[in-house]
């Protein structure tokens, strides 16, 4: 029987047990990245950064929250090169095995920086030209991601880039199928519909944003079930478009 989606599952995964360290934590971020590859889950991000990139601006800054093996920093790094925009990411997490894990699959790519930080923890000020989150926002817990929405606005000169996913019966049945088919990880067959489930419906995300006083988001469905959504500075409202 297909769970209900009507309200989001406060129920933690395994990955948000800090503990969970070492060669476990490692082969589960080794399969996201996977998936990610596979399943597009690239594209929402970089396209949100194409949209905050102003016009002729040839340098941007990134903070990348819950970095993971940090695939998406280098995807960022190459898709700026290949645009002849200097992209430097930095990467935050909150275990050092994902910051290690990060570090030693870059090598020593340039613009790139990661280290263990607490997105609650920086200075509530404008450091980054854009902050940007995949797959991260639904770990918060209750009114924890909202007020997430709004720590990583304030971080932000720009604006903010989610890459998340819908909440749907269908995308918890898809990734329930393929975890257990195809993954290796006790992590990743039991986070991966469980994530779907912590997820989103737009009208929560358009709340959070609404309750932390943001501009309203752009919000578009992209496929394989993620919500592409961009709070943008320069928006001074409005509503956000096309959906899933």
């Known amino acids: ?39 597009g889950g690239y594209g929402p991000s970089l396209e949100g950064l194409s949209a905050l990139l102003p016009p002729g601006q040839r340098e941007l800054t990134v903070l990348d929250v819950g970095t993971g093996s940090g695939d998406i920093p280098r995807k960022m790094v190459r898709w700026g090169r290949r645009r002849g925009i200097r992209v430097h990411v930095t990467g935050i997490d909150l275990t050092d095995t994902s910051i290690e894990l990060a570090r030693r699959s870059s090598g020593d790519q340039q613009d790139l920086d990661f280290r263990v930080q607490d997105l609650f923890a920086l200075p509530d000020r404008p450091a980054f030209d854009v902050v940007h ?59 991966g519909p469980l994530s779907v489930l912590r997820s989103f419906h737009r009208a929560e995300l358009e709340q959070m944003c609404a309750a932390e006083g943001l501009p309203a988001p752009q919000i578009v469905w992209r496929p394989m079930f993620r919500w592409r959504m961009i709070v943008d500075r320069r928006r001074g409202g409005g509503s956000s478009s096309n959906g899933g």
């Open 1 to 39: 029987m297909l769970p209900s989606t009507s309200q989001r599952s406060d129920q933690l995964e395994l990955m948000d047990d800090l503990t969970v360290q070492g060669p476990e934590l490692e082969r589960t971020l080794r399969e996201i990245e996977f998936v990610n590859k596979t399943l």
């Open 133 to 191: 989150a995949a797959a991260t926002l639904h770990h918060f817990v209750g009114d924890d991601a909202q007020r997430a929405l709004g720590k990583m606005f304030r971080v932000a000169r720009l604006g903010v880039v989610i890459n998340d996913f819908h909440r749907h019966r269908l995308a918890w049945l898809g990734i329930r199928i393929l975890t257990a088919l195809f993954s290796g990880s006790r992590l990743v067959r039991n986070d």
